[in-house]
């Protein structure tokens, strides 16, 4: 496996996402959706005082980047996630190219590698639109007062930037691990819709179990810790333990589903 090739393949993996309207869409409403969400906040009395810094959302604009992040944690990421990695790989078998794909001076490895590139790529674009996005139209609507830590104490300005940053950074893990599954699932199955829709209901599912009286381990163990491990970060003092054991937890996935849908695919006869 040569480097070269892997970008070569990752260069056209990205230049038919760049192409596709799926990808396009996606990012657009990364971008636009907390600048919408923070102007619905001003024209409205009402608050979503059910989430966490929700309380705050009209004082400080830190608090409406965290609320961008919890609900996105919830129901976004996992989308975004399973996007481009649960169908970067079924699309071959849709289309049927993967004949043409293999006859390329491309070894399975090189081509793996590339796609998964690719997949991993816009997960953490994707991410990073919406972290940038949200923090963005926070200072810029609501303003850039010092925000009410979970504690109760109050981060001024810096710092409350410092840890919205880290509580955004914290997720990527846990997106990566995502990713991950959903290419997992994507050459598992060799279904598109299964590879983008699979991975968002196993999400979901283990986001409604946390939610019960279950086992503490078994909440550990989910890939969704993740997602929610930066609560730590907004406390007085910090906590990094979840945030640790959410990312050791994510890496875990990342490697075992990568390493089934490499073999998979390895073993696949494609004639």
Same mark, same amino acid.
């Given at each position: 496996m040569t480097l070269e090739?892997?970008?070569?393949? #990752?260069?056209v993996e990205c230049s038919k996402l760049s192409a596709q309207i799926k990808t396009r869409t996606a990012l657009l409403a990364c971008a636009a959706g907390p600048f919408l969400f923070a102007v619905a906040l001003r024209v409205q009395t009402s608050l979503p005082e059910d989430t966490l810094f929700g309380r705050s959302v009209k004082d400080s604009g830190f608090a409406l980047s965290l609320v961008v992040l919890g609900f996105a944690a919830l129901w976004v990421l996992p989308v975004l996630a399973s996007i481009v990695g649960g169908d970067v790989f079924s699309a071959e078998d849709r289309y049927g190219t993967?004949?043409?794909?293999?006859?390329?001076?491309?070894r399975r490895s090189e081509v793996f590698a590339g796609k998964l590139a690719a997949a991993?790529?816009?997960s953490l674009l994707s991410t990073l639109v919406l972290a940038v996005s949200s923090a963005a139209a926070g200072l810029m609507v609501i303003g850039s007062a010092p925000? *009410?830590?979970?504690?109760?104490t109050l981060l001024a300005a810096p710092d409350a930037l410092m840890r919205v940053t880290f509580a955004w950074l914290s997720v990527l893990p846990a997106m990566?691990?995502?990713?991950?599954?959903?290419?997992?699932?994507? *050459?598992?199955?060799?279904?598109?819709? #299964?590879?983008?829709? +699979?991975?968002? *209901?196993?999400? +979901?599912?283990?986001?409604?179990? #946390? +939610? *019960?009286d279950g086992p503490e381990l078994v909440r550990r163990l989910l890939i969704t810790s993740g997602f929610t491990a930066w609560h730590g970060l907004l406390t007085e003092p910090a906590f990094?333990?979840?945030?640790?054991?959410g990312t050791a937890v994510s890496g875990v996935y990342a490697i075992v589903s990568l390493a089934i849908a490499y073999r998979l695919l390895r073993r696949r006869d494609i004639a």
């Open positions: 090739r892997v970008t070569a393949v #990752a260069a993967w004949k043409t794909v293999l006859t390329r001076s491309c991993l790529g816009f925000l *009410v830590s979970l504690s109760g990566l691990g995502m990713t991950a599954v959903a290419v997992l699932v994507s *050459v598992a199955t060799r279904n598109s819709a #299964a590879g983008v829709g +699979l991975p968002v *209901v196993i999400a +979901l599912t283990m986001q409604l179990y #946390a +939610l *019960v990094h333990g979840p945030l640790a054991y």
